[in-house]
Every structure is written in structure tokens, then in C-alpha cells.
């Protein structure tokens, strides 16, 4: 039903616009496409000014990570695993490899496990074990031996733990 809708408004848009496109005149038309376009510059423009440093390195993390070969990955879902380290870095609990805490403890929190896997409290044992084998089947450093991914996969394991440990015994 909203596809039907959807399509329906945007026929009639594209019908208004050559309507609209057959009945004007060059002049009137190229005058509106340049006004168009400095609208659209202004607004680019603020939005770079307002959001410059992560807009700029956002690009660059994708143009990165496509490059890194992890399989199996979306640009939404790398932008999860871009903001989940970068959360996990800003927390000091994933140090590229170095780990400064004890073997024995748990570095991740039961709120960054459910995180981790997105998933939220109150799912299944089931749905849990899901998640985190779809999750390692794309991080998996065997998976994917061009990039070092041993410490990902080691907070997925722990995040599954971690859960399974509080809520499941």
C-alpha cells in the first residue's frame, strides 16, 4: 500500500516537472536551475560547516574499510562497527590488540554486550547465540586474514559470555 502511494506522488512530481519543463521557456528554466543550485551550495555548505569533522572523515572511513575486504559487511552495518569502536576506544576497552586489563576480566559492560551484538535486554538465549555467530561470521579473523580483526572478535566472544553469564544462569 505505501509503494502504491509512494509511486503515485512521485509520478505526479515527475508529471508536474515536465509539465511544467514543457510549457517554460530556456531563459526561466536555466534561471531557476542556477537559483537551484546555490540553494543547494548554501545548504551544503552549512552543513559542512556545522558537521565538518566527522562529514569529511566519515567518506574517508568507508573508502577505508570497502578497502579492508571484510566480507559479508554493508556500509550500514561497517558504520555500526565504526561507531561501536570508536565508543569502544572513547571508553579505552579496545586498544588495537593491547589489552591493559588482567586476562581473567571481562572488558565489556552488559550494556556494551547487548550493543555489541544489537540486540536490546530481554531476547532469547537463542536469539543471542544467533547474533553473535552472524557477527563472527563476518569479523571471524579467519574470515578475513588481510585484516586483523583478533581483538573484535575477542569482544564478541566476551560479549556473548558476558550475557549469557547474567541473564541466562
Not at 23 to 30: D, F, M, P, V, Y
Request: contains cysteine; hydrophobic residues 45%; charged residues 20%.
Amino acid at each position: 500500500m505505501n509503494l502504491v502511494l509512494i509511486g503515485i506522488i512521485i509520478f505526479v512530481i515527475v508529471y508536474l516537472f515536465l509539465n511544467w519543463f514543457a510549457r517554460t521557456s530556456s531563459k526561466k528554466i536555466a534561471s531557476t536551475i542556477k537559483k537551484i543550485l546555490v540553494y543547494i551550495s548554501l545548504i551544503v555548505a552549512a552543513i559542512f560547516t556545522i558537521g565538518g569533522k566527522f562529514l569529511f572523515s566519515l567518506p574517508f572511513l568507508f573508502v577505508i574499510l570497502s578497502g579492508l575486504k571484510i566480507k559479508g559487511l554493508t556500509a550500514l552495518q561497517m558504520f555500526q562497527l565504526w561507531r561501536l569502536v570508536q565508543y569502544l576506544k572513547n571508553s579505552g576497552k579496545f586498544n588495537m590488540g593491547q589489552s591493559s586489563q588482567p586476562k581473567g576480566s571481562s572488558s565489556v559492560t552488559i550494556d556494551e554486550a547487548y550493543k555489541l551484538l544489537g540486540l536490546k535486554k530481554g531476547c532469547t538465549k537463542e536469539e543471542v547465540l544467533t547474533a553473535s555467530k552472524k557477527l563472527q561470521q563476518k569479523i571471524h579473523p579467519d574470515m578475513n586474514r588481510d585484516v586483523k580483526t583478533e581483538r573484535l572478535s575477542q569482544l564478541v566472544n566476551e560479549a556473548t559470555e558476558k550475557i549469557i553469564r547474567s541473564d541466562f544462569n
